[in-house]
């Protein structure tokens, strides 16, 4: 995994700009701490961070290439699970290689297929591809949408980046934001729309999108997204297709030149990744599998159940490390460092997040980066196969709103009266935007119908949220995390798979369970799902209540939008506060991200322009 940039600027001369291309590369440099480079022309200048995963010495960039009367260049940040046979099918056309890296295989591909090459990469990237002598760039990102690329267009130019921050530091993306960020951070946030940057004139390329850039004109095109096409598996044989794509997806994501670890937190999906990576690695005599997990100090004192936290996950980690015999580190976080490391999450965002569940994480990938430069975890199983409690109580299920959000009362309760008073609308319309755009088969039932509207909602937004914070809070330390679940065959097979053949058994992820109960403890197969545990220590709310109320007593951009009498009640009366988002941002976590809204626009010298 890597760090990409460039910009292009048809009035400038950026071989006299290097001071600002530094600044942009360094930007990135948490990304690539191995190496960094640059592929620099009078008006288009190419940069890479390197994070060294596979082939050191051949998998250099920018990487050049000429072929069929044009010269190439390429940055490329991400990992092609499919290396091999596109491999072979070029060399079938009369390529040669110098390496083993899939960035040269995304590069020949490209050569060879032009844009449509995005249709034959399984993987996940982000990657972007200049033609010198044509003088035009092509951009795109891989369909799931695990890595990022932000971009900017300016007369006759286009700046574009991994990070927001590499945006900001080329001087052509000023740090504003207007009623349509302030929207986004306060009735969205932590989640973002697809393809909205926060800062004015930034976008993102949409998960499955490419585009080119050629004479100042920037096209783009949607090359994937999900579409309704009849499942006609029986549940005996989808039971033996999702087996096969996710053992699949398991073991193509192991091929690394560096060791690799795991997630482990007890739970269905990493123990199904664990125990697969386990049975794999014994098969080749490769030897035990190493995995981590975290907890936080205290939480057994202070733990309470809930709804969506049934249990402990230290009560299944050993059970599962048994089975794979793995050897395991738990990583205990302190709560002090877990509010403090509040901050450095946002300069992994460059924005605002998911609070104390980035803090956590970036702190977790700090250690884990310690030993090694890969990991493969457990996201997004929930979101494809069913696995909250939005998708099994009717009432939620048919209700006419984002599950996760319901109620936009205790968002509006911390700003001033008057302000955004679009706010409901905005989100209301997000949520029309989405359903209104959900592929569906005439023949679909109204149940079948709904859960389509459901897995497009969970996988536009919150599954979108989820791999944004995955990806910022590990690359921060310089540690690349696969997803195995986010394969596209899997998406594909899970959005089309009727509800009564996913929810198997009448449970969660039930046809997950019962395509891999042979292989896992009876105990790990049929365990209610538990969500990404959280701190319950009151320390870590009494720090949160302090920071909120100081914050208070300052004269800033921020205060001025904040409702003071609001954000006392949420600290006079946490149990009485409704969710922000949903099970893990309750009081603590409302006052953490009002916390991390003042860093963010003190840090980066945001202006609001309304």
């Known amino acids: 995994m890597c760090g990409i940039a460039g910009l292009l600027d048809k009035h400038e001369d950026l071989t006299r700009n290097i001071g600002i291309l530094s600044n942009m590369s360094r930007a990135l440099e948490r990304r690539g701490p191995d190496e960094n480079g640059i592929f620099i022309d009078r008006d288009v200048a190419l940069l890479h961070r390197r994070l060294v995963v596979i082939d050191r010495e051949n998998g250099k960039q920018p990487m050049l290439c000429g072929m069929k009367n044009e010269k190439y260049a390429i940055v490329y940040n991400g990992e092609l699970y499919n290396t091999d046979e596109l491999r072979e099918d070029l060399i079938g056309k009369g390529y040669g290689f110098i390496g083993h890296s899939d960035t040269e295989v995304a590069l020949k591909m490209y050569i060879e297929y032009g844009g449509a090459c995005v249709h034959r990469l399984n993987g996940i990237f982000a990657f972007a591809v200049y033609e010198v002598k044509r003088k035009r760039l092509f951009m795109c990102r891989d369909r799931v949408g695990v890595k990022p690329l ?15 921050k590499a945006l900001l530091e080329s001087g052509k993306v000023k740090p504003e934001i207007d009623e349509e960020g302030l929207c986004e951070l306060f009735f969205i946030g932590p989640a973002r729309t697809a393809g909205n940057g926060i800062f004015r004139n930034v976008k993102e390329l949409l998960p499955g999108e490419y585009a080119y850039f050629e004479n100042g004109v920037l096209t783009k095109t949607r090359y994937f997204s999900l579409k309704a ?220 119908s709904r859960m389509r509207e459901m897995f497009a909602l969970n996988y536009y937004w919150f599954m979108q949220c989820l791999l944004e914070r995955k990806d910022r809070c590990s690359m921060y330390s310089g540690l690349e995390v696969r997803v195995p679940f986010c394969d596209y065959r899997i998406v594909e097979y899970a ?40 701190t319950h220590n009151p320390v870590y709310m009494k720090l949160c209540a302090e920071r909120a109320r100081n914050i208070l007593e300052k004269n800033t951009p921020l205060t001025e939008l904040l409702s003071k009498s609001g954000i006392e009640s949420i600290i006079e009366n946490p149990d009485n506060v409704g969710t922000w988002y949903g099970q893990l941002m309750r009081a603590p976590q409302i006052l953490a991200y009002i916390a991390q809204l003042d860093y963010w626009f003190e840090k980066y010298k945001v202006d609001i322009i309304i």
């Open 150 to 164: 932000f971009y900017s267009e300016f007369k006759d130019g286009l700046v574009f980046g991994s990070e927001l």
């Open 495 to 534: 959005y089309n798979m009727p509800w009564e053949i996913k929810a198997y058994g009448g449970r969660e992820k039930g046809i997950v369970r019962k395509a891999f109960e042979d292989i896992l403890p009876e105990g790990i197969t049929w365990r209610k799902k538990s969500p990404y545990p959280k």
């Open 229 to 448: 096409r009849e499942h006609t598996d029986s549940p005996e044989k989808s039971v033996e297709r999702v087996r096969y794509l996710l053992t699949d997806a398991v073991e193509r994501q192991l091929v690394s030149d560096v060791p690799l670890c795991f997630f482990l937190s007890g739970g269905l999906d990493s123990s199904i990744i664990v125990q697969t990576a386990s049975n794999f690695h014994n098969r080749i005599n490769s030897g035990r599998i190493h995995t981590y997990s975290v907890e936080y100090e205290d939480n057994k004192k202070y733990f309470k159940k809930s709804l969506y936290q049934p249990n402990s996950d230290s009560d299944f980690i050993h059970l599962m490390t048994s089975s794979a015999d793995s050897e395991h580190t738990e990583v205990i976080l302190n709560n002090t460092e877990l509010f403090n490391a509040l901050f450095p999450s946002v300069e992994a965002r460059d924005l605002p997040g998911y609070v104390d569940v980035d803090s956590s994480l970036l702190l977790f990938c700090r250690e884990i980066k310690k030993d090694y430069t890969v990991a493969l975890s457990g996201e997004c199983a929930d979101e494809l196969f069913g696995g909250y409690p939005w998708y099994h109580n009717r009432e939620i299920l048919f209700e006419d709103c984002f599950p996760w959000s319901r109620s936009q009362d205790v968002r509006r309760s911390v700003l001033r009266d008057g302000l955004l008073p679009r706010g409901e609308e905005y989100v209301r319309q997000k949520y029309l935007d989405t359903i209104n755009h959900t592929d569906k088969l005439s023949s679909d039932s109204e149940l079948d």
